[in-house]
């Protein structure tokens, strides 16, 4: 049965301290520093991102016990990954996995292939911690990258990854307190993504979705990991398609897959 007020308390926390962190970087970041044109054309500034993951672990800290650990390797890793991509990343047209596995077979590693590695290493982590069984571990890993790509896979408009993130993880309340820190987060930055001042990009986007594999997993036994991360790969296969055709269309995204 959920505990309302563990929840209330963790999604508050996640949002006081993803506006506090947003409004500090706005303040004393350079000008020019961490800005991005979106689909519009409009240049919009990456302080939710890195905020978001502040408020993520600051919300998974006053989380269900059993779960604090594995969200912190997962947000933390996810956000990290997410950063870099946005860093070194910007400018590169490719998008989607294939995309980014076969520079690789060529023998360049891309910043995308830097952050699929990555952020599949902290899902496999993550779920060591939270499962005992070998099969479970692997099955929460895949579900654990699988949420963060998706939330990153939809963050194509603005405010549209928040919504996600705030849809997905409503569920998961039911079963723990933890879904409530990206859900905290997500609430936070979403008024200032649809009013086009500020976007999550690949940083604030994996995180969330990290976060939100943890709860899912944490929620979760075998049958509904396995249901879960064959949903996930579908998905996974499904927006590389879409990547690909975006890619070969010139259509404008908020941020490269």
Known sequence: ???????????????????????????????????RKNYAGRTVDLCPGPAAVLGVAAGALTADPGTRGAALVATLAAGACGAYDDVAGAGDPRRGFRAHLGALRSGELTSGAVKLFGIGAAGLVAGALLKERPADKVLAGVVVAGTAHLINLVDVRPGRAAQVALAVGAPGLLRGSLAAAPMG????????????????????????GAALGVAIVAGNGCGGLLAHAAALVAATAYGDRVSALARGTGTPLNSPV
Do not use: F, N, Q, Y
């Not at 936070?188 to 995180?207: F, I, K, Q, S």
């Open 1 to 35: 049965m959920i505990d309302l007020s563990r929840a209330l308390r963790t999604a508050s926390v996640a949002a006081g301290v993803t506006r506090g962190a947003c409004g500090i970087l706005r303040r004393t970041k350079p000008e020019g520093v961490g800005e």
């Open 185 to 208: 987060a997500a609430a936070a930055v979403l008024p200032d993504d649809l009013g086009e001042r500020g976007m999550l990009g690949d940083c604030g986007a994996h995180a969330l």
